[in-house]
């Protein structure tokens, strides 16, 4: 018995352009979805729990919370946790792939890389969402606080999604060794939640790393979501921005880069 | 059915032939890990990769899918040159590496229909032909049973029908039968035998030269990163008519014996010795392994024709039984 017959008598023409893009990143999130549908649930759940456990852990901190301190300290529990997802799930990820074998198979596959990644941001837009929200919700719930929420939220949120995802997303795949990549996650969760000023004001560091965090991306990140959520109580937004494009942009470009080389 | 979803380039019929020209792949300048290969192959044919463990032959394969990069030499397919353009060389070529496919969390229908849209198929047309190639391998069982339930076998042939649903011009199979149970072994075999009658050029990258023997139309012997023999199996087996292979099954901890200059070639897998002898000295080789069991060296001994294996030992040195890894 075999299979219905597959004539290959038509010339098959390059597949190229916005359908075959489209269709593409269909698919490829449809993979990704179905790759995750036993972890999605529980990751969802996690990154919740992580985002609602860092807003009233800062109540157990500190007893007398002020609301504008509750409003400091929620903003940046929603900037930990957009974060978080990308430089940790992603190297996780393409880690795990390495070690067993299945990453030449998936980039073997005949989409446009630039498709399949975003495929990946999207799947990264859907588990970080919902930390997001339960984290806002909990500050309103436990320090009633009142966000000024502006339309500038989704290019906040959007970009420090973006810049998160994609910088976890090139050191995956230009480190080769899973075990490398692991090790340099771990010291980004290090370095932001020791040394970014993310949840405290950026005055508090002393000098020479206050500069250097405000090259890199944490900071701005931090920043331009606060901005967004609240009124009045950050400056340099723009500044923020310029940075935070900036190294979205480069890290889509190393990104990029490392997926096309071939060695 | 047409597995292009812009087919006005024209239907002519183009040369599709697939040509690998002096592919040279160096690490650090000095290690060859393929040494100026050189391969012809028609749209069609079946053709075989052997050699031992290292010899380059994934080396060679990844070259073609883009995934690594000749250090010089062209790989063409028809009019396009698949190393300039990687893009194009994933959309005319489908690879089943030598890994498992991550299918843990989909079940057997999912990762073959979303594979199949993922190469560029039509919803309806992927799910038939996906059905038919689980039918014809008689998977239909496990339909819908979720990839980390599948035994290592089962999975492999799912990797199969992944790479075959939507095939490309090219099919590239690296280890397909490892794992695979005798009797749907040879299903696969009337599958790629059919992949070829469809028109596809298939590689069958393969270290178990019998089965390769029965399989392919044509076959290259790749050693120590380069093509030291290429030719039909029938015609790579020329220099040994006239010849029979002789057999000897050695007593576990024994050495192997002193050859009889009858002898031209020889190898050992474990406890089987097997040496080529030309078919004049047929009775002096029985006489021979006679005397070496009577000396409590052999157990038994077995005379036959000689196969591709033989042919394969002469060439390389190696036995296919070795564990292959590259």
């Given at each position: 018995?075999?299979?219905?017959?597959?004539?290959?008598?038509?010339?098959?023409?390059?597949?190229?352009?916005?359908?075959?893009?489209?269709?593409?990143?269909?698919?490829?999130?449809?993979?990704?979805?179905?790759?995750?549908?036993?972890?999605?649930?529980?990751?969802?759940?996690?990154?919740?729990?992580?985002?609602?456990?860092?807003?009233?852990?800062?109540?157990?901190?500190?007893?007398?919370?002020?609301?504008?301190?509750?409003?400091?300290?929620?903003?940046?529990?929603?900037?930990?946790?957009?974060?978080?997802?990308?430089?940790?799930?992603?190297?996780?990820?393409?880690?795990?792939?390495?070690?067993?074998?299945?990453?030449?198979?998936?980039?073997?596959?005949?989409?446009?890389?630039?498709?399949?990644?975003?495929?990946?941001?999207?799947?990264?837009?859907?588990?970080?969402?919902?930390?997001?929200?339960?984290?806002?919700?909990?500050?309103?719930?436990?320090?009633?606080?009142?966000?000024?929420?502006?339309?500038?939220?989704?290019?906040?949120?959007?970009?420090?999604?973006?810049?998160?995802?994609?910088?976890?997303?090139?050191?995956?795949?230009?480190?080769?060794?899973?075990?490398?990549?692991?090790?340099?996650?771990?010291?980004?969760?290090?370095?932001?939640?020791?040394?970014?000023?993310?949840?405290?004001?950026?005055?508090?560091?002393?000098?020479?790393?206050?500069?250097?965090?405000?090259?890199?991306?944490?900071?701005?990140?931090?920043?331009?979501?606060?901005?967004?959520?609240?009124?009045?109580?950050?400056?340099?937004?723009?500044?923020?921005?310029?940075?935070?494009?900036?190294?979205?942009?480069?890290?889509?470009?190393?990104?990029?880069?490392?997926?096309?080389?071939?060695? | 059915?047409?597995?292009?979803?812009?087919?006005?380039?024209?239907?002519?019929?183009?040369?599709?032939?697939?040509?690998?020209?002096?592919?040279?792949?160096?690490?650090?300048?000095?290690?060859?890990?393929?040494?100026?290969?050189?391969i012809?192959v028609?749209?069609?044919e079946v053709y075989g990769l052997l050699g031992p463990n290292g010899a380059g032959k994934t080396t060679f394969v990844?070259?073609?899918?883009?995934?690594?990069?000749?250090?010089?030499?062209?790989?063409?397919?028809?009019?396009?040159?698949?190393?300039?353009?990687?893009?194009?060389?994933?959309?005319?070529?489908?690879y089943l590496p030598q890994a498992?496919?991550?299918?843990?969390?989909?079940?057997?229908?999912?990762?073959?229909?979303?594979?199949?849209?993922?190469?560029?198929?039509?919803?309806?047309?992927?799910?038939?032909?996906?059905?038919?190639?689980?039918?014809?391998?008689?998977?239909?069982?496990?339909?819908?049973?979720?990839?980390?339930?599948?035994?290592?076998?089962?999975?492999r042939l799912?990797g199969y029908?992944?790479t075959?649903?939507?095939?490309?011009?090219?099919v590239i199979l690296d280890e397909p039968t490892n794992d695979v149970?005798p009797?749907?072994r040879r299903?696969l075999w009337?599958q790629i035998r059919?992949l070829g009658?469809?028109?596809?050029?298939v590689f069958l990258v393969t270290h178990n030269v019998l089965e390769a023997e029965k399989a392919v139309d044509r076959l290259a012997i790749i050693n120590?990163?380069?093509l030291?023999a290429q030719?039909?199996p029938?015609?790579l087996?020329?220099?040994?008519?006239?010849?029979?292979?002789?057999?000897?099954?050695?007593?576990?901890?024994?050495?192997?014996?002193?050859?009889?200059?009858?002898?031209?070639?020889?190898?050992?897998?474990?406890?089987?010795?097997?040496?080529?002898?030309?078919?004049?000295?047929?009775?002096?080789?029985?006489?021979?392994?006679?005397?070496?069991?009577?000396?409590?060296?052999?157990?038994?001994?077995?005379?036959?024709?000689?196969t591709l294996e033989?042919v394969y030992?002469?060439l390389t040195?190696h036995t296919s039984a070795e564990p292959d890894g590259t």
């Open positions: 018995m075999t299979a219905t017959a597959h004539s290959m008598q038509v010339i098959p023409v390059k597949r190229s352009g916005p359908v075959h893009w489209l269709r593409s990143y269909r698919a490829m999130l449809r993979w990704q979805l179905t790759d995750m549908r036993l972890l999605l649930p529980l990751t969802v759940m996690v990154q919740l729990l992580s985002g609602v456990g860092l807003v009233l852990g800062f109540g157990l901190l500190i007893s007398d919370i002020t609301e504008s301190v509750a409003l400091y300290l929620s903003t940046g529990a929603v900037v930990v946790t957009l974060v978080l997802v990308g430089v940790i799930m992603g190297p996780q990820l393409i880690a795990q792939q390495k070690s067993s074998g299945s990453y030449d198979f998936m980039w073997s596959l005949p989409v446009p890389r630039s498709s399949a990644s975003a495929a990946w941001v999207t799947l990264n837009v859907f588990i970080a969402l919902p930390a997001m929200l339960g984290a806002l919700g909990a500050a309103i719930w436990r320090y009633d606080v009142t966000f000024e929420v502006s339309f500038m939220v989704a290019p906040a949120v959007g970009l420090t999604l973006l810049t998160g995802t994609l910088i976890g997303y090139a050191i995956a795949h230009a480190v080769p060794k899973p075990d490398i990549t692991q090790l340099i996650s771990q010291l980004l969760i290090f370095v932001i939640f020791g040394f970014s000023p993310i949840s405290y004001p950026i005055e508090n560091l002393p000098g020479w790393l206050a500069t250097v965090n405000e090259y890199l991306p944490f900071y701005p990140m931090a920043n331009v979501v606060r901005d967004s959520l609240t009124n009045g109580i950050v400056t340099e937004v723009g500044r923020s921005y310029v940075i935070l494009g900036v190294w979205a942009l480069g890290a889509a470009m190393v990104a990029g880069w490392v997926l096309r080389r071939r060695k | 059915m047409v597995m292009s979803d812009g087919d006005s380039a024209g239907t002519s019929a183009a040369d599709w032939t697939f040509r690998a020209e002096d592919v040279t792949k160096t690490y650090n300048g000095e290690v060859f890990a393929n040494d100026a290969i050189s012809e028609q749209p069609g990844k070259q073609i899918i883009g995934l690594l990069k000749p250090t010089s030499g062209r790989i063409t397919l028809g009019p396009y040159d698949l190393v300039e353009d990687p893009d194009v060389a994933r959309q005319l070529c489908s498992q496919m991550p299918i843990e969390s989909f079940k057997m229908h999912e990762a073959v229909h979303i594979t199949g849209l993922i190469r560029g198929g039509p919803a309806d047309e992927v799910r038939a032909r996906g059905d038919a190639l689980i039918e014809a391998l008689d998977l239909t069982e496990w339909r819908n049973t979720m990839g980390h339930k599948l035994s290592g076998g089962v999975r799912v029908i992944m075959t649903v939507w095939p490309g011009k090219v149970d009797r749907r299903l009337d059919s009658r469809e028109g596809a050029a120590e990163g380069k030291i030719g039909t029938s015609s087996k020329l220099d040994d008519r006239g010849r029979l292979r002789l057999q000897l099954m050695l007593v576990p901890g024994n050495g192997v014996p002193e050859l009889p200059a009858i002898v031209h070639d020889s190898a050992r897998v474990g406890n089987n010795l097997m040496m080529v002898i030309d078919e004049g000295d047929a009775a002096a080789g029985i006489a021979w392994a006679q005397l070496m069991m009577v000396e409590g060296i052999a157990e038994e001994y077995a005379l036959g024709a000689t033989d030992i002469r040195g």
